[in-house]
C-alpha cells in the first residue's frame, strides 16, 4: 500500500511538472506564432512597395493604405451609429491591422514622424475599441476620429469627406463621414441627427 | 473514497511543484528623468495618491506583498503589472508626444470617474488605494487641468 502511494506520488509529481512545462511550450508557440504573423505581414508591406513603384504614379501604394485605414474607420462609425458593439469591435480589430501595416516611406521626414505619432495614438484606441464595452467604444473613437483628422490632413483623401460634430457628447464630439447627412456615432438612434457639418474635406485626387 | 485522496494529493502536489517557479521582479531603484512626477512636480498630495494607488502597476517599481512569495499568486501579480505598464508606465510619461499624453489622460480621467481604477483586485487588500470622494475629485481635476495644457 505504502508503495502504491508512493508511486502514485512520483507518476503526479512528473504529471504535474510536464503539464507546466508544456503550458510554458505553449506560450512560447504562441509567441512564435505572433512574430510569425508579424513578419508575414512585413512581407505584404514588401510586396506593396514593390507594386507601388512599378506603377508610375509614386503616392498610390500609400493612398491605397491610408483609404484602407479611411474604409475601416467609416465600418467603425457605422457601427456605433447602429450601436451594435460586436460589429464596432470587429471594423476596430481590422482597422489595428491597416494601421500597423501603412506604409509611410513616400512622406518627408517631418511628415513620417508626425504621421508615426498619429498612428501608435490611433493603434491604441482602435486596439480598445476591439475589446470594449459600447461606452468605452465611444470614448475612444472620439480621440480616433480627432487621430482621423490629423492623419487626413497629411495623407489627403480620395473621397470628399465631412467633419461633423455634436455638441451633446462629452463636451463636444466630431467625427468624419462620407455622406452630408448626420448619423450620430456618439448617441446611435437615441439622439441620431444631433449634430452638423463643420467642415467639407475635398478630395485631394 | 480513494480517487479523492489521489486527487487531494495531486492538488497538494501540484501546489508544492509550482512553487518552484520563478516570476519576474518590477523593481527598481532609480527614478528616471521622465517620470510623471519629476516632470509635472504636482503636489505632495496628488504625488502620494499616485504613488499608494497607482505606481504598484503603472511604474518600474512594485511593492510587492507578501502573498507575491507564493504561487499561483505571483503569477496573476506578474500578468497584472505586465498589462499595467503596457498601458500607461507613469515613469516614462515624458517619452510619450502630447498626442499620447493627452488620450493617456483622457483615459486615466475616465477611469478613475468611473471607479474603474484603480481596480478592485487591488483595492481588495490594498485599503489605503482607494480614493475618497475628495481625493478622487483632486486627481481629476489635476489631470484636466494638465490635459487641458496640451489641447
Known amino acids: 500500500m505504502k508503495q502504491l502511494k508512493l508511486k502514485t506520488t512520483v507518476?503526479?509529481?512528473?504529471?504535474?511538472?510536464?503539464?507546466?512545462?508544456?503550458c510554458k511550450d505553449n506560450k512560447k508557440e504562441h509567441m512564435d506564432g505572433d512574430t510569425h504573423s508579424e513578419m508575414s505581414h512585413d512581407g505584404d508591406v514588401e510586396q506593396g512597395k514593390m507594386e507601388s513603384s512599378n506603377d508610375m504614379a509614386s503616392n498610390d501604394g500609400q493612398m491605397a493604405n491610408s483609404k484602407q485605414i479611411m474604409a475601416d474607420y467609416m465600418a467603425v462609425k457605422s457601427a456605433l451609429?447602429?450601436?451594435?458593439?460586436?460589429?464596432?469591435?470587429?471594423?476596430?480589430?481590422?482597422?489595428?491591422?491597416?494601421?500597423?501595416?501603412?506604409?509611410?516611406?513616400?512622406?518627408?521626414?517631418?511628415?513620417?514622424?508626425?504621421?508615426?505619432?498619429?498612428?501608435?495614438?490611433?493603434t491604441e484606441h482602435a486596439e480598445h475599441i476591439g475589446e470594449s464595452e459600447m461606452e468605452h467604444q465611444r470614448e475612444h473613437f472620439k480621440t480616433l476620429s480627432k487621430d482621423m483628422m490629423d492623419m487626413v490632413a497629411i495623407t489627403g483623401t480620395d473621397a470628399t469627406l465631412y467633419q461633423?460634430?455634436?455638441?451633446m457628447y462629452d463636451g463636444g464630439g466630431a467625427w468624419l463621414s462620407?455622406?452630408?447627412?448626420?448619423?450620430n456615432p456618439y448617441f446611435g438612434s437615441k439622439m441620431m441627427t444631433c449634430g452638423k457639418v463643420e467642415k467639407e474635406i475635398k478630395s485631394t485626387m | 473514497m480513494k480517487i479523492f485522496r489521489i486527487i487531494a494529493w495531486l492538488l497538494l502536489l501540484s501546489f508544492v511543484v509550482i512553487q518552484f517557479f520563478p516570476t519576474a521582479y518590477n523593481q527598481s531603484e532609480t527614478v528616471p528623468k521622465t517620470d510623471f512626477?519629476?516632470?509635472?512636480?504636482?503636489?505632495?498630495?496628488?504625488?502620494?495618491?499616485?504613488?499608494?494607488?497607482?505606481y504598484d502597476c503603472h511604474s518600474n517599481n512594485?511593492?510587492?506583498?507578501?502573498?507575491?512569495?507564493?504561487?499561483?499568486?505571483?503569477?496573476?501579480?506578474?500578468?497584472?503589472?505586465?498589462?499595467?505598464?503596457?498601458?500607461?508606465?507613469?515613469?516614462?510619461?515624458d517619452e510619450l508626444s502630447d498626442r499620447r499624453k493627452a488620450s493617456k489622460l483622457k483615459s486615466i480621467i475616465s477611469q478613475i470617474k468611473n471607479d474603474e481604477m484603480p481596480l478592485p483586485s487591488y483595492t481588495l487588500i490594498h485599503k489605503d488605494a482607494i480614493f475618497s470622494d475628495?481625493?478622487?475629485?483632486?486627481?481629476?481635476?489635476?489631470?484636466t487641468e494638465l490635459k487641458q495644457q496640451l489641447d
Open chain 2, 134 to 143: 475628495e481625493e478622487k475629485l483632486a486627481i481629476i481635476n489635476y489631470m
Open chain 1, 164 to 167: 461633423q460634430f455634436c455638441p
Open chain 1, 81 to 122: 451609429v447602429e450601436t451594435d458593439q460586436a460589429k464596432a469591435a470587429q471594423a476596430g480589430n481590422k482597422m489595428v491591422g491597416s494601421l500597423k501595416s501603412f506604409d509611410m516611406s513616400g512622406y518627408s521626414a517631418e511628415q513620417q514622424t508626425e504621421l508615426k505619432d498619429i498612428i501608435a495614438d490611433a
Open chain 1, 178 to 183: 462620407m455622406e452630408k447627412d448626420i448619423k
Open chain 2, 62 to 93: 512594485t511593492e510587492y506583498p507578501w502573498y507575491n512569495k507564493i504561487q499561483p499568486a505571483a503569477w496573476y501579480l506578474e500578468e497584472h503589472v505586465k498589462h499595467g505598464k503596457s498601458e500607461l508606465n507613469f515613469n516614462e510619461w
Open chain 2, 37 to 54: 512626477i519629476v516632470v509635472n512636480n504636482p503636489s505632495e498630495h496628488i504625488s502620494n495618491l499616485l504613488q499608494t494607488s497607482c
Open chain 1, 11 to 22: 507518476m503526479a509529481l512528473a504529471l504535474v511538472s510536464l503539464t507546466a512545462m508544456s
